[in-house]
């Protein structure tokens, strides 16, 4: 071998070892500074909402020892009244392929938003549902109709939109299985949960 590719052999070999524990390194540390990052603010997200859900536990028994579930103006009644239990299992049933409120459930929103109105530190999602006929898109799309239909109803009656939030799983959670009319009008419903 002649000196001259001694030479360029060397200067490869020096460039190469120069290069590859400074390119290895950087990504290496890169990494795990980026996953270490990601993973305190998951840490840290998951910290601020347990001390929300803390302090809205906090507030809420505070309210029930001073007696404090009536609205703003004092205002008590039947939605007041109710049992949380009974405002999520009450259901707000719909008309076939319709989203608009019937007097019936007009009235069971009222007492909804009564109730809520006497509860301020709750807040809800509002879940629109449909029977299975109707494409998976369709039915999606008109259970959000619901349940937007739902919220503009109560923000109307005084509920605070930034309190609700709508979701919309068309078919795909039945309360009731079967292909009959009984079945059909008990899963055209709006249903809420609360938002923890």
């Known amino acids: 071998m002649t000196v001259r ?3 360029r052999w060397m200067l490869v070999l020096a460039a190469v070892a120069l290069l590859l524990p400074a390119g290895c390194g950087k990504k290496v540390i890169g990494t795990d500074a980026m996953m270490d990052a990601s993973a305190a603010d998951a840490e840290a997200q998951r910290l601020r ?3 929300a859900r803390r302090q809205a536990e906090r507030d809420r028994q505070r309210a029930v020892q001073e007696g404090g579930l009536t609205d703003a ?3 008590t009644g039947a939605g007041a009244a109710m049992s949380s239990e009974q405002f999520v299992n009450e259901d707000v049933f719909f008309e076939f392929d319709s989203s608009v ?3 019936d459930s007009q009235e069971q929103l009222r007492r909804k938003a009564e109730w809520l109105l006497a509860h301020p530190m709750v807040n809800v999602i509002i879940e629109g549902h449909c029977d299975v006929r109707g494409t998976n898109e369709y039915n999606l ?3 959000e109709r ?3 239909s739902v919220k503009s109803f109560m923000a109307d009656l005084g509920v605070e939109e930034r309190r609700m939030r709508t979701l919309s ?4 959670r039945p309360l009731m299985s079967g292909d009959s009319e009984e079945a059909w009008s008990r899963n055209r419903r709006a249903h809420f949960e609360f938002n923890r």
């Not at 799983?169 to 795909?172: C, L």
């Open 141 to 143: 799309a008109l259970g």
């Open 146 to 148: 619901r349940a937007q």
């Open 169 to 172: 799983y068309g078919e795909e």
């Open 49 to 51: 909402e347990e001390e």
């Open 5 to 7: 590719k001694k030479i």
């Open 101 to 103: 409120l019937t007097a």
């Open 73 to 75: 103006a004092g205002a």
